[in-house]
């Protein structure tokens, strides 16, 4: 009776451990399975089969037994795909072929696959969007800039002096009370303050008159400015033909000779 119990207890173990082997081989059978499933159904994605792979979610692949690479061959255990749907010259192609050059597979758009476009994320082109927002920026700025210079070449035509240091500094004192926290910001509300300048001039600007307002406008721009006109001296009074430039408490200055 021992020795049946003994033999029974044997054949148990033999038993489990066939079982043992039996289940790892068929692990390892499972794992090249879905190997070949994942090519399978890539494969399947490019001729149509199925929209979308989405390895990151819990989306149920069909499982599929390659048993040699052809249509023919592919064993689909499910029912959720048509077969009528599959392009099968071309599933035969790239399963054949999987170095098969992208010349031969379909022009599908970047929605067909659910893939973001990659002309979205193009860096050139923001480059070119940022650069067309710069370039729109300084057309804004430098037509703005034309306007101010012939506003001021306006200005001097009424006001300005024969001499071209005069005129320049006609301009200066808009310019530097643009500056100054006691007066506007804009040329245009400056000039047009009330009882401090003339009425600007109409028709044709004389050549020398633009001039003089574009050298004011440049050395407003670049810094030098005071050093034609100091801040102080923002005032100025004439006779049509010189004026004489002052500041607050009625203290003259002798303009500069510029050429």
Not at 83 to 111: G, H, M, R
Not at 117 to 126: G, I, K, N, Q, T
Not at 182 to 200: G, H, R
Request: aromatic letters at 8%.
């Amino acid at each position: 009776m021992d020795c049946l119990k003994n033999l029974s207890a044997r054949l148990f173990l033999c038993f489990a451990i066939l079982v043992g082997y039996m289940h790892t081989s068929v692990l390892d059978i499972k794992a090249e399975e879905i190997a070949k499933t994942t090519k399978a159904t890539e494969a399947m994605m490019v001729a149509g089969a199925i929209d979308t792979i989405d390895t990151a979610s819990n989306i149920e692949v069909p499982e599929i037994i390659l048993v040699s690479p052809t249509i023919d061959s592919i064993l689909v255990e499910t029912s959720s795909i048509d077969p009528s749907i599959v392009d099968s010259e071309l599933l035969n192609s790239v399963l054949l072929n999987p170095t098969l050059p992208d010349a031969a597979l379909p022009n599908l758009a970047p929605t067909d696959l659910n893939l973001p476009d990659p002309a979205l994320a193009d860096p050139a082109l923001v480059t070119n969007d940022e650069e067309t927002k710069l370039a729109e920026l300084e057309f804004q700025r430098l037509a703005k800039r034309s306007q101010d210079v012939e506003t001021l070449s306006r200005l001097i035509q009424t006001e300005g002096g024969y001499a071209f240091e005069d005129k320049v500094c006609v301009a200066l004192t808009v310019l530097h009370r643009v500056d100054n926290p006691d007066f506007p910001d804009t040329i245009e509300e400056t000039i047009n303050e009330p009882s401090q300048y003339a009425d600007l001039a109409q028709g044709d600007v004389l050549e020398e008159n633009a001039r003089a307002a574009e050298y004011a406008m440049e050395a407003w721009e670049n810094g030098t400015s005071y050093s034609i006109l100091p801040s102080q001296f923002l005032f100025f009074h004439g006779n049509g033909k010189k004026n004489s430039f002052h500041d607050y408490h009625g203290q003259y200055y002798k303009l500069p000779k510029l050429f």
